[in-house]
C-alpha cells in the first residue's frame, strides 16, 4: 500500500517539545527569547527546550512569566556564527548552542528544531548529527513563496542545500513537497510542477526530462497531480501548489524574490513621500498599503524546512525579529503536531522500494 498523509486537523492535540538554538540571530538571544514567548502564549501545548549559555538565558526567561514551567535550558557555551565556515563548525562546534539543539532532536527529547543561525553549518551539522532518511542522496530547503493561490503560499524546493541534482533527486523533492503540501498546508491533492525555461517538453537539461517522466509516473501512486514544467513566472502563480527546482536555481529565485520584494516596498514608499499630494493619497490608501504589507511580510513566511533528515529543522532568518521567530517556531509546531517527519520518511522509503523492485525486475530479464 501507498503511505498516505492524515490532515492535520484531525490529529490530536498533545505536548509538544521544540528545541530552539537561542544564539543563531542576529539580534541575540533576547529577540529569541521573545518569539517563543509569543509561541508559548499562542499554543499552550508547547514546551521548549532552549539551547545556550545558561547564565544569560535564564535572566530573560525569569522575566516572562509565560514561560513558567514552560522551558528547559540546555547548556552550552560556544555560538556557531554566521562567518564559520561548515567544515571549520564540523571539527569544533561540539560545544555550541546549534549542536546541543540538534542533541535534544537526535536523542528523541525534541520533536523538531529551530534556528535562526548559519544555514550551510545548520545543514551541515543535521546531516551529521541527524543523518539523512534511507534513499535520500541530497536533502533540500523548502520555503513558503507568496502566491495567488487560496493558500496564499506556494511550496519551492531546492533553495540552496545542494546546487546539484539529478533526476532522482527532484523525484524525491517533489515527494517530500508532496508532504510538506499535506500537512503545512492542509491540501489534499497537491500540484507539482517542476522548474524549467519553458513548459514545452523538448525544452531543458537532460536531469529535467527523465525527472519529468520520473515524478508523472509517481503521481497517481503517491496521490498527487503533476503539472509539467513551469516557468520562473508560476513560482507565484496559482498553477501548482509545489516547484521542485535544484538549490542552485532555487537560491537564487528566492534571493532574487526577496530582493525585488524590497525594491518594490522602497520605490512605494518613496513614492507615497514624494509630495503633499501623494502623502495625503497614502492617508486615504493606508487600509490597503496595510493589508498588501501584512500579505507579503517575510516575517509570516520565515522558516525554510529541511527536508530529507531524521528530524524536523526549521532554519528562520538570521535577521528575524520576535514575530519572524515566533513564525518558525509556529511552523516546527505544526509539522510536529501532524507527525511529519514520519510521513515524509514512509513516502521516501515507498518510492526506494519500487525502485529496488524495478532494478531487481531488470536483472532478472
Not at 136 to 148: E, F, H, Q
Request: aromatic share 4%; glycine share 10%; proline share 4%.
Amino acid at each position: 500500500m501507498t503511505p498516505t498523509d492524515t490532515d492535520t486537523s484531525s490529529v490530536a492535540q498533545r505536548r509538544i517539545v521544540l528545541s530552539i538554538d537561542a544564539m543563531g540571530g542576529d539580534h541575540g538571544p533576547a529577540t529569541v527569547v521573545a518569539g517563543v514567548a509569543i509561541s508559548a502564549q499562542n499554543n499552550p501545548n508547547l514546551h521548549f527546550a532552549l539551547h545556550g549559555p545558561e547564565d544569560e538565558l535564564s535572566q530573560l526567561i525569569v522575566k516572562r512569566p509565560e514561560l513558567t514551567g514552560r522551558v528547559t535550558l540546555c547548556h552550552a557555551t560556544d555560538v556557531v556564527t554566521m562567518e564559520d565556515k561548515p567544515s571549520q563548525v564540523l571539527r569544533s562546534g561540539k560545544n555550541t548552542s546549534m549542536w546541543s539543539m540538534l542533541e535534544s532532536a537526535r536523542s528523541g527529547e525534541a520533536q523538531a528544531c529551530v534556528s535562526c543561525g548559519n544555514t550551510g553549518a545548520l545543514m551541515a551539522m543535521s546531516m551529521i548529527r541527524l543523518r539523512r532518511i534511507p534513499g535520500v542522496v541530497r536533502p533540500a530547503i523548502a520555503v513558503l513563496w507568496p502566491s495567488r493561490n487560496p493558500s496564499g503560499f506556494n511550496i519551492m524546493l531546492d533553495v540552496g542545500a545542494d546546487i546539484r541534482a539529478d533526476a532522482k533527486d527532484l523525484l524525491q523533492y517533489a515527494l517530500m513537497g508532496v508532504s510538506y503540501a499535506r500537512n503545512g498546508l492542509e491540501l489534499s491533492l497537491p500540484r507539482v510542477g517542476l522548474l524549467n525555461v519553458g513548459t514545452e517538453e523538448h525544452k531543458g537539461r537532460t536531469e529535467l526530462k527523465e525527472a519529468h517522466e520520473l515524478i508523472e509516473a509517481q503521481q497517481k501512486a503517491a496521490d498527487f497531480k503533476f503539472v509539467g514544467f513551469v516557468e520562473g513566472g508560476d513560482i507565484p502563480g496559482d498553477i501548482a501548489d509545489v516547484i521542485v527546482t535544484d538549490g542552485f536555481t532555487g537560491n537564487i529565485a528566492l534571493k532574487t524574490g526577496e530582493g525585488t520584494a524590497k525594491l518594490v516596498g522602497d520605490l512605494l514608499r518613496d513614492s507615497f513621500t514624494h509630495s503633499i499630494w501623494s502623502k495625503l493619497a497614502a492617508v486615504f490608501s493606508m487600509g490597503s498599503l496595510n493589508r498588501l504589507k501584512k500579505r507579503i511580510d517575510p516575517r509570516r513566511v520565515n522558516g525554510g524546512v529541511f527536508l530529507g533528515l531524521n528530524g524536523t529543522v526549521v532554519k528562520s532568518h538570521g535577521s528575524a525579529d520576535a514575530t519572524g521567530v515566533a513564525a518558525a517556531i509556529r511552523l516546527a509546531a505544526q509539522l510536529a503536531e501532524s507527525n511529519f517527519q514520519e510521513k515524509i520518511t514512509a513516502r521516501v522509503a515507498s518510492v526506494v522500494a519500487l525502485d529496488q523492485d524495478a532494478t531487481t525486475s531488470e536483472t532478472d530479464t
